[in-house]
């Protein structure tokens, strides 16, 4: 089945600790993106990538990382200088219709 | 920079009503409007959506009408069932850079009583 997998499904930080979230699709898009789900705040775009071996900076992307060396993968970095990461986090990928994106299931970051 | 409104924030419908949820955005170059369904700790999933070239799309129970002048987009949902339960959320494109992308509003979130 073709589609977008994100892991884990839950992950929990200690404060200081950097961690990565795994983003892979299967749909041949050239286009991924990185979301942040908040309570009452609708999805805000962290990072995104128009191409491999290329990324750019969304509205919220201090204290945040991402690599793009395979078409298929784009995994996000929480690093310690974010501070407020316990959210929902969520990756899109869309194909030749840049704007018509599909998303995974999401990863629920806590900070214990 | 470009932004999308929706509301209501929560909507209560009894089972059969129908639902309408409304949004507006700000940049006049938006030419693509998705509406999202997301159920609780899953990914959202796109439900419909409707290009600046039409006014009005139907799917089933469910219709997007696009005001292109107000700026403004509503969803429809007719004879509802509790299995539409979830949150909502309307989204409006927006380039930038010259690379289409979504900016998202709040997000409804409806509720259907059997």
């Known amino acids: 089945d073709g589609g977008i997998t994100q892991s884990p499904k839950y992950l929990f930080r200690k404060e200081g600790q950097n961690v990565t979230l795994s983003c892979e699709q299967n749909?041949?898009?050239?286009?991924m993106y990185w979301y942040r789900q908040d309570p009452g705040q609708g999805l805000r775009l962290i990072y995104y990538s128009q191409i491999v071996n290329d990324f750019q900076k969304g509205d919220i992307a201090e204290g945040y990382s991402v690599s793009r060396e395979k078409k298929e993968s784009f995994p996000l970095t929480v690093t310690s200088a974010q501070k407020n990461p316990t959210a929902f986090y969520l990756c899109?990928?869309?194909?030749?219709?840049?704007?018509?994106?599909?998303f995974g299931q999401g990863t629920r970051l806590t900070v214990v | 920079g470009e932004n999308v409104e929706q509301h209501p924030s929560t909507l209560s419908v009894q089972e059969g009503d129908s639902a309408v949820i409304k949004c507006t955005y700000s940049?006049?170059?938006?030419?693509?409007f998705p509406w999202y369904k997301q159920e609780l700790g899953k990914g959202p999933q796109l439900i419909i959506d409707i290009r600046s070239n039409v006014g009005e799309k139907k799917d089933q129970r469910i219709a997007v009408t696009l005001n292109k002048t107000a700026k403004h987009f509503s969803l429809h949902i007719t004879e509802t069932q509790p299995e539409d339960s979830a949150v909502y959320f309307c989204a409006a494109s927006y380039a930038n850079t010259g690379f289409q992308k979504l900016v998202f509003g709040t997000g409804t979130r409806l509720l259907v009583s059997p």
């Open positions: 940049d006049s170059a938006s030419n693509y």
């Open positions: 899109a990928s869309s194909g030749q219709d840049a704007a018509e994106a599909f």
């Open positions: 749909l041949n898009h050239d286009a």
